[in-house]
């Protein structure tokens, strides 16, 4: 599986920005998808994931900001980020996971929250 991130960038505190996961290969695979992220000097920590029967789980932090949603048709899992806070400042990286228990990850995209 490959995995093509983007959307992200510099943004105000309060502000929104939605990222975009891309997959392509084998996708019938993937069992569970998730976004990550890591902060400067701290370990890369879990954001959302969102499993095959649609289950989402979500990182205390980001709970009722954030929303993990997938389009089958386009392959793409999205992370809609709301009321985003400094805090929020890391390198965003999605994740897909097989049944197998196969992990790919993706480039990593950049997330500022900065005024």
């Known amino acids: 599986v490959q995995l093509q991130a983007s959307g992200g960038g510099l943004v105000q505190p309060g502000g929104s920005l939605r990222l975009s996961c891309a997959a392509s290969?084998?996708?019938?695979?993937?069992?569970?998808m998730g976004w990550y992220r890591q902060a400067p000097g701290k370990q890369r920590e879990l954001v959302a994931v969102?499993?095959?029967?649609?289950?989402?789980n979500y990182a205390d932090s980001v709970e009722g900001r954030f929303t993990i949603s997938r389009d089958n048709a386009k392959n793409t899992v999205y992370l809609q980020m709301n009321s985003l806070k400094p805090e929020d400042t890391a390198v965003y990286y999605c994740?897909?996971?097989?049944?197998?228990?196969?992990?790919?990850w993706g480039q990593g995209t950049l997330v500022t929250v900065s005024s």
């Open positions: 290969g084998s996708i019938f695979s993937i069992n569970v």
């Open positions: 994740n897909a996971l097989a049944a197998n228990g196969f992990s790919s």
């Open positions: 969102l499993g095959s029967n649609s289950r989402t």
